[in-house]
C-alpha cells in the first residue's frame, strides 16, 4: 500500500514515515501543496493521503478541495493531520473531502486506529 | 513493597475483581498501588498495606483493587464487532416476530465508556427508531470511579482522537474548551451500574446481545470459566456473545460455539448449553 504524506515540518515527516513504514506503506514525501500535485501527477494515485492543515503557500484544505476535484485520484482516502482542534475546523476539513481527522499530538498506535476506520489495515 | 506482601494483594485481587497478578506484574502492581497511596493521602505503600491487612473489606480495599484495572479502551475498538452488529446481528434481532422490534444490549466491562457509547452511536444512526422503550442498552464496570466517568460522557482529546469516526464526534459531540462531551440524546441511551462480574448480574437480564471484551485476559483460567459460566445465564437463548480479539470459550466453556463472520467473530449458546 502507498501513503503520500503533505507535510511542511521535515521532523513531521519522518515521524509520519517511520510509523507508516513500520505499517507497511511505501510513503512519498511532499513538503506543500503544490508539490504534493506535482508528485500524484506523475506517481498515479496512492491508498491514502496524510495531510498537514498549515502549510506556507497552500494550505492543507485546498490542497484535499484539489485532490478531491481531480478524477485521477478518485478512491483516494484522505487523513488530515493537524494541530486544528476546533469543532468547526473539523468540520471544514471534511466538507472540503477529508474521510477523517487526526490531531496532533498522536500515537503511532493513534494513526493505525484512524486508518483502520479508513478500511486500511495492517498486512 | 515487602516481598510477603504480593501473595497477599494477588489473593486480595483474586477475591475483589478476579484480576490475575502474576510475579512479573510485581512492579506494575507497585507503581500503581503508589500512584493510589498518594490520592488516598497514605504515606507509603508500605502503610497502604499494612492498612489493607489490618481492617476488615471496606471501601479502601475495593478502591485499592480498582486502582490495579486496566481500563484500556477506545471508541468502535477493532470495529469488526460493530459492522457484524450493524449488517447481520440487528437486523436479524428486528426480523423476529419474538422480539417485538426491541433490542437489549449489555456492556459488561465497559470501563469508561466507549463501548457502550459506540453501541448507541451506531444505532442512533442506522436504526433510530431503535430507542426509549424499544431499546434497553446496560452497562457496567467493576470500578466505581471508570462507571462514574463512563456516565459523565466527557472525553479528552486524546480520547476521541482513539477510534471515533470524525462524522459521529461533530455530529454527537460538544467542545467545551479541550474537552468534549457527548450529547444528551446518546447519553440518556445508556443505563450505567457498578456491577462485578464475579458475582452479580444485572437486573434487566436476559439480553439479546453481550459484549464482554478484553476482560476475561486478567483472570485467571477458573475464574474465566466461572464469569463465562454467569454471562450464559445473562443472554437469551438466541443471544450473541462478542468477546475480545485474544479471548475464546475455547477450553474454557463448551456452553457456547463460535460463528466466524466477516472480519470478525461472535459466540452463540448451543441448544442445551444455556438450559443446563
Ligand atoms: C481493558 S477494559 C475493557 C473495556 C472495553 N470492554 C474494551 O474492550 O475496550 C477492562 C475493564 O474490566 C473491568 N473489570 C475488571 N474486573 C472486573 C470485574 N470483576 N467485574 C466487572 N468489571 C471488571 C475493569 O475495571 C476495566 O474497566
Redo the contacts between chains.
Sequence with gaps: MQAIIVDDSKAMRAILRNMMEDLGFAVWEAGGGAEALDLLRHQGRPDVALVDWNMPGMSGVDLIRQMRADPLLEGLRILMVTTEVEAARVAVALQAGAQEYLMKPFTAETLQEKLSLLGLRKG | MKKEDFPFLRQLAREMSGISLTEDKAFLVESRLEAFASREGVASVDDLIRRLRQEPLNGLHQRAMEALANHET?F?RD?APFEILRRWIVPEILSRGSSGGRVSVWSAACSFGQEPYSVAMLLREHFPALHDSALRLVASDFSTVAVERAASGRYS??EI???L???Y??KY???HG?EWQLRPEIRRMVEFERLNLLNTLPAAAPFDIILLRNMLIYLDLDLRRSVLGRIRRALKPDGFLFLGISESTFGIDDGYSPVAVDNGCYYRLRPTGGLL
Design positions: 477506545l468502535f470495529i482529546q486524546l482522537n482513539r477510534g469516526p470524525a462524522p464526534l461533530l459531540f460538544e467542545q479541550l
